[in-house]
């Protein structure tokens, strides 16, 4: 029984959105430019707003992966910096958390 596994289970479950979604992204990103050059500008835009999100979504999936990681050693929950207990409630508005509040500023 692991103690962590509500936060596993939610973790694993952003972890397959996230990639779902990224995917979908990267393919949007892949697509070909437009011939015409209006429309290319748009595209251009556009292509940097996705750049955007697939820049975000990739932290995130490498810091769920990192947390998921430390849940599987054992080590989730404790500071990564100084060793110690990470506060819960912290953990719960920031499940990814690898240091404690002190460590993070
Ligand atoms: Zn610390």
Redesign the pocket.
Known sequence: MNEHEEIEKALKARLSELRTHRAKVGRELHKLLPADSEDQAIELENQEALEAIDKTETTEILQIEAALKRISEGTYGT?A??G?PIDPRRLKALPTAA??I??ST
């Open positions: 500071c910096k100084c110690e240091t404690c002190s460590c």
